[in-house]
């Protein structure tokens, strides 16, 4: 009985292998044809830039050497400068900005309050401080009550423009401490006044030039308000400043 029943499975495996053996095992693509016209033969390649393709080409900078990052930084602070001087409806500072402006002219409006106050050991600290509070806070306050307001731009952008338009009242104050050197009278606090009065009004409208299209028409003056009093309390510094 065993003999009978391994002699029908041996059978029925051999008809399988025969069965196998006569159907291929890609029966399905004997009817694919390759044209003449299609090449068939090339080589496969990853695609590797050539070594002589600049670091704007690529859009890499890892391989660029220091000194051309930093010259191309200083290039770009520079231009946003020269944009901040003579204002005018562009998108450079909103495009392209950075805090490298801000945080130097920052820096050089608190150095010089704080010339004023170097014998001193009572105001020395505060008025250091002072600045630092006054230019950071009151420009995040800004830029969040333009964001509330439905403004289009973004938070740091803000910050960009507010610390680039600094720059006016940065010469003024400059100004003024030379006006103090040569004289302190009257007549210097005149010409003090007029220029600090001057440089506030051109900070003022080259702020507004750059952020007053980013916010809604009928939003607008709620907007240059605070930039008003923003610039205004930093020319008041300037302004009495006495060393």
Same mark, same amino acid.
């Given at each position: $009985? !065993?003999?009978?029943?391994?002699? %029908?499975?041996?059978?029925?495996?051999?008809?399988?292998?025969?069965?196998?053996?006569?159907?291929?095992?890609?029966?399905?693509?004997?009817?694919?044809?390759?044209? %003449?016209?299609?090449?068939?033969?090339?080589?496969?390649?990853?695609?590797?830039?050539?070594?002589?393709?600049?670091?704007?080409?690529?859009?890499?900078?890892?391989?660029?050497?220091?000194? %051309?990052?930093?010259?191309?930084?200083?290039?770009?602070?520079?231009?946003?400068?020269?944009?901040?001087?003579?204002?005018?409806?562009?998108?450079?500072?909103?495009?392209?900005?950075?805090?490298?402006?801000?945080?130097?002219?920052? @820096?050089?409006?608190?150095? $010089?309050?704080?010339? =004023?106050?170097?014998?001193?050991?009572?105001?020395?600290?505060?008025?250091?401080?002072?600045?630092?509070?006054?230019?950071?806070?009151?420009? @995040? @306050?800004?830029?969040?009550?333009?964001?509330?307001?439905? =403004?289009?731009?973004?938070?740091?952008?803000?910050?960009?423009?507010?610390?680039?338009?600094?720059?006016?009242?940065?010469?003024?104050?400059?100004?003024?401490?030379? @006006?103090?050197? !040569?004289?302190?009278?009257?007549?210097?606090?005149?010409?003090?006044?007029?220029?600090?009065?001057?440089?506030?009004?051109?900070?003022?409208?080259?702020?507004?030039?750059?952020?007053?299209?980013?916010?809604?028409?009928?939003?607008?003056?709620?907007?240059?308000?605070?930039?008003?009093?923003?610039?205004?309390?930093?020319?008041?510094?300037?302004?009495?400043?006495?060393?």
């Amino acid at each position: $009985m !065993a003999a009978a029943v391994s002699e %029908e499975a041996a059978m029925a495996a051999s008809g399988a292998a025969g069965e196998g053996a006569s159907k291929p095992l890609f029966a399905g693509l004997a009817d694919v044809s390759i044209s %003449e016209d299609i090449p068939v033969e090339g080589e496969i390649t990853v695609p590797v830039g050539s070594a002589s393709s600049s670091p704007d080409e690529d859009g890499s900078t890892l391989d660029e050497p220091v000194k %051309e990052t930093i010259m191309r930084d200083l290039k770009a602070v520079g231009k946003k400068f020269v944009h901040v001087m003579y204002p005018k409806k562009s998108s450079t500072l909103l495009r392209d900005w950075d805090l490298w402006g801000p945080l130097v002219l920052c @820096v050089l409006l608190a150095l $010089m309050l704080q010339g =004023g106050a170097a014998d001193s050991t009572e105001d020395r600290g505060p008025q250091f401080a002072e600045v630092f509070v006054i230019i950071w806070f009151g420009a @995040v @306050v800004i830029t969040l009550n333009s964001k509330l307001l439905g =403004g289009t731009i973004s938070f740091f952008q803000s910050l960009c423009v507010l610390g680039y338009c600094i720059l006016p009242l940065t010469v003024a104050l400059f100004v003024c401490r030379l @006006v103090l050197i !040569a004289s302190a009278g009257t007549a210097g606090f005149i010409v003090r006044l007029l220029v600090v009065t001057a440089m506030f009004g051109w900070s003022t409208l080259a702020s507004t030039a750059f952020l007053a299209d980013s916010q809604p028409p009928n939003r607008k003056a709620l907007v240059v308000y605070p930039i008003f009093l923003f610039y205004f309390v930093i020319s008041w510094m300037i302004l009495t400043f006495t060393p």
